[in-house]
């Protein structure tokens, strides 16, 4: 069984820098896609950024919005994502979520850029003010 905890939300000034953390525990496959994701309240949910363990994935793949200010990556030894955010804006204020799939599940599929992800962390607030 996968649990899943997330860390590392919290308030800061526009300008300012959060990270995230998401340890996977129990998490036994070899191979994975994960991805950061976030939510508004009355908004669709929105892929921020997302990774995979195959070649052709390893390369992160960041929203348009945050590239150049967002950076993620996984320490594979401890099945931990990470995303380091810098220079917050007050439009980056949301719940953030982190997910993993397994080599072959549907995430896989779509190279990892997707939202159908089997496993979610329990969402993290990130408040920018401006």
Do not use: H
């Amino acid at each position: 069984q996968v649990e899943v905890v997330e860390s590392g939300g919290g308030s800061v000034q526009a300008g300012g820098s959060l990270r995230l953390s998401c340890r996977f525990s129990g998490y036994r496959y070899n191979g994975y896609c994960m991805a950061w994701f976030r939510q508004v309240p009355g908004k669709e949910r929105e892929r921020v950024a997302s990774i995979g363990s195959a070649f052709s994935t390893s390369t992160p793949d960041y929203t348009d919005s945050v590239k150049g200010r967002f950076t993620v990556s996984v320490d594979d030894n401890s099945n931990t994502l990470w995303m380091q955010m810098n220079n917050l804006k007050p439009e980056d204020t949301a719940v953030y979520f982190c997910a993993a799939d397994p080599p072959y599940g549907p995430a896989w599929r779509w190279g990892c850029r997707t939202d159908d992800y089997n496993y979610w962390g329990q969402g993290t607030q990130v408040t920018v003010s401006s």
